[in-house]
């Protein structure tokens, strides 16, 4: 086992959960993050059953001061991180502009974009104190989307990849990567919300996806990229 120190995002499901449990055949500490403390149990039971540490965190990233509460707590008890995977995300319906609810605006705005952005100025500290640490979002990116429809998240995915490459680039003198990764579709709820009725055969699976996603943790040197799978 890697002596490496992760978090993880959106654990309790989908890729988060998928990342969680084939990090876990690796590295020696994970800490789990969702607002479903059920569904993070019984991921927690699939990652210590790898022999790797688990710390469930049942928290909700909007909610105010919670982020910047737990990376202190982390910080006191670790004092670094070596991989995070912020795999959060939301989006309930696709509409056109006109008709897109200003709440369920905010709320998206909120988990995809301003979460990320305390999660990359909080945790920086930790991700520093590292040897050698990367930092992912999972993301998407505007050139394989169709414009029409998506004004409630793409917009908002496509101002949190340039602020992810603006952290890559004024860390490049330190041990951090940070990069963006595109999955393309995949099998999750996520996917179910948007496009139901899709052929399940026609889009990836996320446990194939956390493959190649962990793979790139454990081996990247790049920094300030968007990776493609």
């Known amino acids: 086992m890697r002596n490496l120190n992760c978090l993880i995002t959106g654990a309790s499901s989908g890729i988060g959960a998928s990342i969680a ?12 993050l969702s607002r479903n403390a059920s569904k993070l149990e019984e991921i927690n039971d699939k990652i210590i059953s790898n022999g790797c540490e688990c ?8 909610k105010p001061n919670v982020i910047e509460n737990l990376s202190e707590e982390i910080f006191k008890k670790d004092r670094f991180l070596d991989i995070i995977v912020s795999s959060a ?3 309930t319906k696709l509409s056109p502009v006109e ?21 990359m100025k909080h ?16 993301s998407s990116i505007k050139t394989e989307m169709k ?21 890559a680039n004024e860390n490049k003198g330190n041990s951090i990567n ?8 995949v099998n999750t709820k996520f996917r179910e919300n948007i496009m ?22 454990l081996s990247n040197e790049k920094s300030g990229e968007i990776i493609k799978l």
Not at 21 to 32: A, G, N, P
């Open 147 to 167: 414009s029409q429809y998506w004004g409630i998240y793409q917009p908002i995915m496509t101002a949190l990849n340039e602020l992810v490459l603006s952290f």
């Open 21 to 32: 449990q084939e990090l876990s055949k690796t590295v020696k500490h994970i800490y789990i």
């Open 55 to 62: 710390t469930i965190v049942p928290i909700d990233l909007c």
């Open 196 to 217: 139901p009725g899709e052929n399940k055969k026609q889009i990836k699976d996320p446990v194939d996806v956390a493959s190649a996603i962990v793979k790139f943790l």
């Open 123 to 138: 945790f920086h500290p930790l991700l520093k104190n590292s040897k050698k640490s990367n930092f992912v979002i999972i």
């Open 178 to 185: 940070a990069n963006i990764i595109y999955p393309g579709a």
């Open 89 to 91: 995300g939301q989006i």
């Open 99 to 119: 008709s897109i609810d200003l709440n369920e605006f905010n709320d998206t705005i909120n988990l995809n974009y301003i979460s990320n952005f305390r999660i």
